[in-house]
């Protein structure tokens, strides 16, 4: 099983800053990895899938990079809409593996 | 549009069974993997089962394999999942989820809540 882990556990962050997400995974997922979003109460929704390409909808000042098995996700300038709990997920064998989350709060 | 609407969680007492099921509409449901995935309370994504779009082929996670089961009715575009032999540690939120081109979970219903507890 290839396991993600995320860091930092918790990101905060103030309103219009950038905040950085990062990935790990304990072996080579190639371009593999997705990004969801998940706000308290709501099921997740995509992000970012192969790594970097942005989901239908989702604002521009989100991006993903990376590959292998070290991934980031950028938010460039966040909005107070942005404020929630992000997972990584490794594509790339069975059994589908989320890491643990990161929380972007607010400072 | 796409829609995923899960049914039939609820309080069921530790070693029984509940099925699961996702009414899916918006999208050629038999051309697409479906997959449930879990959130216990306070905790993070589990990916459990997986299904082809033409059912021939399932996928478990270690920690349901022989209790949980995955099929599909591509007449009725509704996925189920069969829950067996349930556990305190089967609690969740469990949700329906149409698979993009790839592995990536692409869409997501609003999930339905299972509690096993005496």
């Known amino acids: 099983e290839i396991v993600m882990t995320q860091s930092p556990a918790t990101l905060s962050v103030s309103p219009g800053e950038r905040a950085t997400l990062s990935c790990r995974a304990s072996?080579?997922?190639?371009?593999?990895l997705a990004w969801y979003q998940q706000k308290p109460g709501q099921a997740p929704r995509v992000l970012i899938y192969?790594?970097?390409t942005r989901a239908t909808d989702v604002p521009a000042r989100f991006s993903g990079s990376g590959s292998g098995t070290e991934f980031t996700l950028t938010i460039s300038s966040l909005q107070s809409e942005d404020f929630a709990v992000y997972y990584c997920?490794?594509?790339?064998?069975?059994?589908?593996?989320f890491g643990g989350g990161t929380k972007v709060e607010i400072k | 549009e796409v829609q995923l609407v899960e049914s039939g969680g609820g309080l069921i007492q530790p070693g029984g069974s509940l099925r699961l099921s996702c009414a899916a509409s918006?999208?050629?449901?038999?051309?697409?993997?479906m997959r449930w995935v879990r959130q216990a309370p306070g905790k993070g994504l589990e990916c459990v089962a997986g299904?082809?779009?033409?059912?021939?082929?399932?996928y478990y996670a270690d920690s349901v394999k022989g209790r949980f089961s995955v099929s599909r009715d591509n007449s009725k575009n509704t996925l189920f999942l069969q829950m067996n032999s349930l556990r305190a540690e089967d609690t969740a939120i469990y949700y329906c989820?149409?698979?993009?081109?790839?592995?990536?979970?692409?869409?997501w219903g609003k999930g339905t809540t299972v509690t096993v507890s005496s």
């Open positions: 989820v149409k698979a993009g081109a790839g592995f990536y979970m692409a869409v």
């Open positions: 918006g999208f050629t449901f038999s051309s697409y993997t």
């Open positions: 299904i082809s779009g033409s059912g021939g082929s399932t």
């Open positions: 072996q080579s997922v190639s371009s593999n």
């Open positions: 192969d790594a970097s």
């Open positions: 997920q490794q594509c790339s064998n069975w059994p589908l593996t």
